[in-house]
């Protein structure tokens, strides 16, 4: 048995959406503990492809118990848009619950965080335009709407009326924008909250009777380490804490409990929206890398920018989040390469830097040093063990597991769940995670 926390160790978009799925296949329940709409995992499933930003990963197995914890944030309407989805590709719901402790994100929230974006002008932090951040503000301020306020007709129409009012102000002198009817949306959301209700429970006590009965927790992040807003790249982040420690509170669990924590980084870097990112390609190599990673993000669509490796924030992911396994993705993006180039160090103002600088203004101005290894030029798609690959392939994985010092559990080759090398199951067994001596695959 392991309860295990699977993050991003990159800035999001590493495919932590198909790990989640393949660990769910070994979980009992699955536990989404941070962000909103604003994320996106994209799941292929005997080439049907599944999109989900809301609902956890392992809703694709009907006997997985899937949480949606009280650290998330909900647009209702969108969960529903993606409930009926499913629900039109045969795909049963019945085993979602919701966190009635979770905050809901109300019409003002994505008006706000739209005009807000546009007026930053040049100083914008490149957000999806979905209210996630008022949302998470409103939160803080206490003054936000929870699943379990939507619960009471009665107190929901109060409280709405109240915070509309109020909102209306902002939207009014601030932003220059209509007013919204206090009594639309209490139609709205009282709609939406019979259409939730058998979903909703208190989700912490029911994640610790799953404990006590010893059952198999996988719990859920979105986005990824460097967006995390205490620890990632400031301001340019999300608004909530995808980093391990955020499960414990998102899910509202003891850090006692966690057994395991999986980071899943891509072979390669991307990130999306604004901020500093020092291994970006631009030309030739860049394009080559989005168009055959497909880098669109699944929520906006916006295409992704790429980069080399940055061993640098693979570190700091690990020492942040306390990482003993890491899962690599897309490596087969890299097959058509002559040569790959990772970022062992970073260059500031002529000093050598081998740690993640706080500093933003520092962060802004750090350089890439490179090492350089040899490509593979052949396809590794229906590679199934670590045999099957390429010498150049195993070497790099070698490189960067030796680079980040932590073992490497899963290689990715494609977005299908047979296209993946497991070296070991997190969830099952003795910790087996692929080591490397003297350039030999091993596992202890």
């Known amino acids: 048995m392991a309860n295990v926390v699977v993050i991003g160790a990159q800035w999001g978009d590493e495919g932590k959406g198909k790990i989640t799925d393949l660990l769910s296949k070994s979980a009992d329940m699955v536990v989404r503990y941070q962000g909103g709409v604003n994320a ?24 997985t118990e899937c949480i949606i914890g009280s650290g998330t944030v909900i647009d209702p309407k969108v969960l529903l848009q993606e409930l009926d989805q499913l629900h039109a590709l045969g795909i049963s719901t019945e085993n979602l619950l919701i966190s009635e402790a979770a905050h809901v994100t109300m019409p003002y929230h994505r008006l706000i965080d739209r005009a807000s974006e546009e007026r930053r002008g040049n100083h914008k932090i ?30 929901m129409a109060k409280q709405v009326r109240w915070t509309t009012h109020y909102k209306n102000v902002i939207l ?41 009965q010893k059952r198999n927790i996988l719990f859920e992040g979105a986005q990824g380490t460097l967006l ?17 420690g955020g499960a414990c509170i998102g899910a509202g669990v003891g850090p006692t409990i966690i057994d395991r924590v999986i980071g899943v980084a891509k072979a390669y870097t ?23 990673g497909a880098e669109f993000g699944t929520t906006t669509g916006r295409r992704r920018r790429c980069g080399w490796f940055d061993g640098v924030i693979g570190r700091y992911a690990v020492r942040i989040n306390g990482l003993d396994c890491l899962a690599i993705t897309k490596l087969d993006v890299l097959d058509e390469m002559d040569e790959i180039k990772v970022c062992v160090a970073y260059e500031i103002d002529g000093t050598r830097y081998e740690d993640f600088p706080t500093s933003a203004r520092l962060f802004a101005k750090c350089k890439p040093i490179y090492k350089t290894v040899p490509g593979w030029k052949q396809s590794t798609a229906d590679c ?12 790099y994985l070698k490189f960067l597991a030796e680079l980040m010092e932590v073992p490497i559990a899963i290689v990715s080759l494609g977005a299908s769940r047979d296209q993946t090398i497991i070296v070991e199951d997190p969830i099952h067994g003795p910790k087996r995670a692929l080591l490397y001596s003297n350039g030999t695959p091993t596992t202890v």
């Open 40 to 63: 996106g995992h994209t799941v292929v499933v005997q080439g049907q492809t599944f999109k989900l930003h809301l609902i956890p990963s392992g809703i694709l197995y009907p006997d």
């Open 126 to 155: 490149g957000t999806t335009g979905r209210g996630i951040g008022p949302t998470y503000a409103d939160k803080s301020e206490r003054t936000g709407i929870r699943v379990i306020d939507l619960m009471d007709p009665d107190g």
């Open 172 to 212: 009014e002198k601030l932003y220059d924008l209509p007013p919204l009817d206090p009594e639309a949306v209490i139609a709205e959301y009282a709609a939406y909250a019979e259409r939730l209700r058998p979903h909703v429970v208190d989700s912490s006590l029911r994640i610790a009777d799953a404990v006590r």
């Open 228 to 244: 995390d807003l205490d620890h990632g790249t400031y301001p340019y982040v999300t608004s909530s804490n995808p980093v391990a």
């Open 270 to 292: 991307t990130r999306v929206g604004e901020g500093p990112f020092p291994t970006e390609l631009d030309g030739e190599i860049g394009d080559l890398l989005c168009d055959r």
């Open 384 to 395: 199934r063990s670590l045999n099957d690959l390429p010498k150049q392939a195993l070497d």
